[in-house]
């Protein structure tokens, strides 16, 4: 994806055993999370979207 050059890309980078998307300090300022925070995941049926959500304290997973 370089050829998009502004700040709605990111790169997948290798994190141990997994792989992992950074998130830029404006990404957590917008979706106001900080490290430990949990969030729900949810995968488009075509695969080609991940969407994140924030999960609420009281909400069990």
Known sequence: ???????????????GN????????????????KPGDQVIKEVSPDGMSITFKKCLKYQRM
């Open 18 to 33: 997994s792989e992992a998307i950074r998130l830029t300090k404006q990404d957590t300022a917008i979706f106001k999370v």
């Open 1 to 15: 994806m370089d050829f998009l050059k502004d700040n709605k890309t990111a790169k997948v980078f290798k994190a």
